[in-house]
Nanobody
Framework: QVQLVESGGGSVQTGGSLRLSCVASGGTFSDVAMGWFRQAPGKERSFVAAVTWSGANTVYTDSVKGRFTVSRDNAKTMAFLQMNSLKPEDTGVYYC????????????????WGQGTQVTVSS
């Protein structure tokens, strides 16, 4: 099973940028889809973005399309979430996730979760 550790969270103002990183260990990183979820205060954890095992295909929730970019580096067993034009509604704890496929990730069939990293966007 893949173990995941996120980093890169922080506090920014509206319009700012952050880049989240997720390093994986154990398992076979290149066999799994990687993605990101977030949980805003008082809300359930929700899907943000995912990338296929090869990195060739990505999918995003509508609210982040055009602003966020998900990617991965299989050689370094890392996944990334570049977040631009951040808005206060992007605030939350961001979790890295691994799943068998992107479709499984969209169904929240998650094989591994990271511990989460806080992102705070102030207006």
């Amino acid at each position: 099973q893949v173990q995941l550790v996120e980093s890169g969270g922080g506090s920014v103002q509206t319009g700012g940028s952050l880049r989240l990183s997720c390093v994986a260990s154990g398992g076979t990183f290149s066999d799994v889809a990687m993605g990101w979820f977030r949980q805003a205060p008082g809300k359930e954890r929700s899907f943000v973005a995912a990338v296929t095992w090869s990195g060739a295909n990505t999918v995003y929730t509508d609210s982040v399309k055009g602003r966020f970019t998900v990617s991965r580096d299989n050689a370094k067993t890392m996944a990334f979430l570049q977040m631009n034009s951040l808005k206060p509604e992007d605030t939350g704890v961001y979790y890295c996730a691994a799943a068998q496929t992107v479709a499984a990730m969209r169904r929240s069939e998650i094989a591994s979760w990271g511990q989460g990293t806080q992102v705070t966007v102030s207006s």
